[in-house]
């Protein structure tokens, strides 16, 4: 039996334990009747569709993801285009038991050089410039291989381990904007075991919410969770004499378990996380910028309900949420132009499509590169393609072709 055939009888099951018509659950959870005759045909769905229907039949979402093995696919040029990234996030290793890198740096050792390289990547981070990244990441992070191997000295060492924890860790969230999720993992895990060796908390907490968001894509709710819960317990600081990087650190654990319980139909787990966050925010007062070039603070909180209520289904009090939060000047890019995601996204829902085609067309004029790697940009411009209720205007049409979508 296959797994979207799976997903279909238990949908069916706990369906008809509801006492519902295929056509009562469909109006319930504000989906068409063919999408849910489909996946109980066995169609395959998408996690937020199954969450649409955990919700509205009163369980978690995991009640239809079930282990099985993956149908077949042809082989992915991906593979091949992150080769190089791969070969020094996931090296080949012989009978020596140690990683081979290749060779880079390896007689000229220079840690305040290395420093100055990562700043640079990190700001083609924060500039979008993947080209850029795919370039010079691997190179890099080869480097900093070399630097940890080549400093015996123990002041030397602890900095070299540091600057390879940073971009290694900036190379997994790289790789989670691209979507490839398991090598990001690998990545993480990396910067989290040189972060823990020099006892940087906050660098470490930083590789452990990476984690967090790159297995939130992957589907894995109750994993998220429970990491980030037991994590945000090992490093909750004293509120009144916390510093701003253990308040963003214990905050963002916090704001992750609560986007994983969301997602998993845990609402009142999710708000309990989030009320929590919003304590660890409330003493810095604006937003505060972390080690792994995010921000933290009451806006960053206040992002993160209008999220929680779009998965909760309620794009009406998300919109209201929404409307007197403004960007300051200290928050990234990257949180803003996703909350914007989910505006239009609500926006959609609630009937608003040239409101959300705005927000589309102002993301990809500034985020070009970051929309186009953006599942929800897609999923949102495929239903203002079906909502609306006139020909597609030219700006659509031009989004379309921009994300690679076709009616």
Known sequence: MTDSQEIGD?????????????????????????????????????????????RTLGVVTLTFVGPTS?????DNHDDVVLADMRSVINPPMGLSGRPIYGTADSDNLDLSRLSAAVKVVAGAYHADRYDDLASFLPALVRSAHHHVDGYA??????????????????????????????????????????????GDT?????????????????????????????????IEPQLSKATPNQLAAWGWMLLRASAAAARNNRPQEAQEYHGMAAAAAAPLQREHHTVDYKTFGPVTVALKAVENALVAGDPVRALELSAPLRRGDDMTSEEWDRHLLDEARAHVQTGGVDSATEILLELRGRSPRWLRYQQLGRDTL?????ARTRTLSEEQRALADFMGIRE
């Open 70 to 74: 993956p149908e077949p696919m042809e």
């Open 382 to 386: 495929r239903d203002v393609l079906v």
């Open 10 to 54: 238990r949908l069916r099951e706990v369906r008809r334990r509801r006492g519902m018509t295929q056509e009562e659950l469909a109006k319930a959870s504000n989906l068409s009747l063919q999408v849910v005759k489909k996946i109980e045909q066995g169609g395959s769905a998408r996690l937020e569709t199954l969450h649409q229907l955990a």
């Open 202 to 234: 906050a660098l470490a907490a930083a590789a452990v919410s990476g984690q967090a968001h790159a297995m939130l894509r992957q589907g894995r709710l109750a994993e998220v969770e429970r990491l980030c819960r037991e994590t945000a317990e090992q």
């Open 153 to 198: 000295d123990s002041q030397e060492r602890h900095e070299a381990l540091r600057l390879r924890a940073d971009v290694v860790g900036l190379a997994g969230r790289y790789l989670i904007q691209i979507r490839a999720h398991d090598l990001a993992l690998m990545a993480l895990h990396a910067s989290l075991m040189d972060a823990l060796e020099i």
